[in-house]
């Protein structure tokens, strides 16, 4: 009897606290499909989307995007640029501090930008960042980091100096050169992007990071709008398998996932027709040639295996998510008022390229005594599996020997940056709306990015007079010379342009629709 009391009075007690503090309230979550395992969280290290999607809502540059991807100031709150468009001067925003209460500052940028540089950094998105004064120089070695066009002129101000006016500037260094904590990443090594160590400035802070199963983001309270941002907390998985993607999605698990099997876009405009979104983006998928390797050294054999490649059967048979066949390095998205170099075999009846292609591969010793032979590497993905099979089935009427090989995108990412393949699937996805944002991949200088490894004197040539030119009608000209050097040499062949297909849950609110497929979750709320 004396025990049921004291539960009474235990019950009693506990619902009179809760009455007066009132009901706890939920966490307001968001659970985000994301493509891959991210290879890296240090903004310096990566220049992959799925990496770049968490490092989005980590830190913030001196420029950022708003919900239709429109460049809005970022931790500079102001700019101005000299009338010869070489000069850029950014004010820091007042009051604005690291997670860790330290104030951000005009030097953290120029560190940001000098670390970037660092041949001793080594990111891949160094050549990226070329037109600032001695970035070449310093990113090779020829001269120190100090040398570099950019300085703090005071604690709020922060200049950069170019090379030549640059139109897409302001866009590029929305994902590039984000500020980082000097004190947390000399303290910790590699190690100062794990959850214990991270130093952000952005909207939501590294709290939890389980390799191939999630990684968690919390709110960051002095995120310089934090007031604005509704979301507790952001999860990230990684959703290479499309066809678990897309049952965790219908299983509730996600709220959005940013691709789905293709085989089942009627089934999701039937019964998903809410949550399903379309997006031409700036996405080219292709195949890209080991040049350093026989045989892919041989322009004629590039050439024979591009030219026979049925890009429209892949999109309409086997894609069938309204991608367009692509001629072109340049996504239609990004092209303005840019037209595009001709291919030399575009609207050439297949058995006249079949034709063309079995004499080119004569004429560079193969044929039914020699047959060519190699390895093709795709990452681990149904439809690609589906569109290398094709590709290959195509091939075996050349009397070529494809092998295929297969590895989740991590692998083939840092083998394709090595070299350590002969012919790979890839894709990428343009940092800023310019056709330079695509040709940059076969500058000799983009080590990080030019995985064909090609290097044509020409071809640089022509580029370095793309940057050099301010006459908006030369520079398209010079584009369109480049872009038709590398058709006709065939480095890379491109296969098709990107569709964004998202699918969100109809309480998601926030996720705008754009050329970009950017969403920053800082935008997102949950309205269950």
Not at 6 to 17: K, N, Q
Not at 67 to 90: C, H, L, M, R
Not at 192 to 217: S, Y
Not at 385 to 391: E, G, T
Request: charged share 25%.
């Amino acid at each position: 009897m004396i025990r049921k009391i004291r539960i009474a009075m235990a019950v009693v007690a506990f619902s009179a606290v809760f009455a007066a503090v009132g009901p706890v309230q939920a966490l307001m979550s968001f659970h985000r499909g994301n493509t891959a395992e991210p290879d890296s969280l240090d903004p310096h290290l990566t220049t992959s989307g799925y990496a770049g999607n968490i490092i989005f809502e980590m830190f913030v540059g001196l420029t950022t995007v708003d919900p239709q991807v429109n460049v809005v100031p970022g931790a500079a709150e102001s700019w101005t640029i000299s009338p010869d468009g070489k000069t850029y001067t950014f004010k820091i925003r007042k009051g604005m501090q690291w997670s860790d209460g330290r104030p951000v500052t005009a030097e953290d940028f120029a560190y940001a930008f000098r670390r970037t540089m660092d041949p001793k950094t080594a990111s891949r998105a160094a050549p990226l960042l070329y037109m600032i004064v001695n970035a070449r120089e310093v990113n090779s070695g020829k001269a120190p980091v100090e040398n570099l066009g950019v300085k703090a002129i005071d604690a709020s101000t922060f200049e950069v100096k170019l090379l030549n006016p640059t139109p897409y500037f302001l866009e590029l260094i929305v994902h590039r050169c984000f500020p980082v904590p000097r004190w947390a990443v000399e303290k910790f090594g590699k190690d100062w992007t794990k959850p214990e160590n991270i130093v952000v400035n952005g909207a939501f802070k590294l709290a939890q990071w389980l390799p191939q199963d999630r990684i968690k983001l919390v709110k960051n309270p002095t995120f310089y709008a934090a007031s604005e941002v509704k979301l507790d907390e952001v999860l990230y998985y990684p959703t290479e398998d499309m066809n678990a993607a897309l049952k965790r999605y219908r299983a509730d698990e996600l709220d959005t996932i940013v691709s789905f099997p293709p085989s089942q876009l009627e089934w999701i405009k039937e019964n998903l027709p809410k949550d399903l979104t379309l997006t031409p983006n700036y996405g080219l998928l292709y195949y890209t040639f080991n040049t350093r390797k026989p045989p892919f050294d041989d322009p004629r054999v590039r050439n024979a295996l591009s030219m026979t490649l049925d890009r429209e059967m892949f999109v309409d048979k086997i894609m069938r998510g309204g991608e367009p066949a692509a001629y072109s390095l340049i996504p239609v998205a990004v092209r303005k008022d840019y037209v595009p170099a001709p291919s030399h075999w575009q609207g050439v009846p297949m058995p006249e390229r079949i034709a063309k292609a079995k004499a080119l591969l004569a004429e560079a010793g193969y044929g039914p005594g020699k047959p060519l032979k190699f390895d093709f590497r795709y990452n681990t993905d149904d439809i690609q599996k589906r569109v290398a099979l094709a590709a290959t089935q195509v091939w075996k009427t050349l009397g070529v020997e494809a092998q295929l090989l297969n590895s989740d995108l991590n692998v083939l990412n840092a083998d394709l940056r090595n070299g350590d393949y002969q012919v790979a699937r890839y894709q990428w996805f343009a940092e800023y709306a310019d056709p330079t944002s695509f040709l940059y991949l076969l500058e000799s200088t983009s080590v990080g990015d030019n995985h064909s490894k090609y290097s044509n004197p020409a071809y640089d040539a022509v580029m370095q007079k793309v940057y050099a030119e301010a006459d908006h009608a030369k520079r398209l000209a010079l584009m369109r010379e480049a872009e038709a050097i590398a058709l006709r040499d065939s480095p890379i062949t491109p296969i098709n342009f990107y569709v964004g297909k998202r699918l969100a849950k109809p309480y998601v609110k926030g996720l705008d629709a754009n050329p970009r497929g950017i969403n920053l979750s800082r935008y997102v709320r949950i309205e269950k």
